[in-house]
Nanobody
Framework: QVQLEESGGGLVQAGGSLRLSCTASGGVFSSLAMGWFRQTPGKTREFVAAISWPGGGTDYADSVEGRFTISRDDAKAMAFLQMDKLTSEDTAVYYC?????????????????WGQGTQVTVSS
């Protein structure tokens, strides 16, 4: 069973950048399609970005298109989310998730495994 762990969150000023990492262990990472979601208190988990396997095709929420970049390194069993031009609206707990099932990559319920999340706080 694959386990995922996020890192790289923290406090950053508006306009700044952060790079989140998601490290997989305990299973085969290279066959997982990966996604990043975020959640704020009282709200449902929101799709941020996804990257497919195989092929590495990407998909982004409109709110982050052009500012965030998702990538993966199968040799290191890692996925990444480069976040640039951050705003206070990006403040949330960020989760990485993996799936082998087919389905809409924007829906949380198609993902089989989740990390515990990392807090990102953007100060204005």
């Amino acid at each position: 069973q694959v386990q995922l762990e996020e890192s790289g969150g923290g406090l950053v000023q508006a306009g700044g950048s952060l790079r989140l990492s998601c490290t997989a262990s305990g299973g085969v990472f290279s066959s997982l399609a990966m996604g990043w979601f975020r959640q704020t208190p009282g709200k449902t988990r929101e799709f941020v970005a996804a990257i497919s396997w195989p092929g590495g095709g990407t998909d982004y929420a409109d709110s982050v298109e052009g500012r965030f970049t998702i990538s993966r390194d199968d040799a290191k069993a890692m996925a990444f989310l480069q976040m640039d031009k951050l705003t206070s609206e990006d403040t949330a707990v960020y989760y990485c998730a993996g799936r082998r099932r087919l389905g809409n990559p924007r829906l949380p319920n198609v993902y089989d495994v989740w990390g515990q999340g990392t807090q990102v706080t953007v100060s204005s």
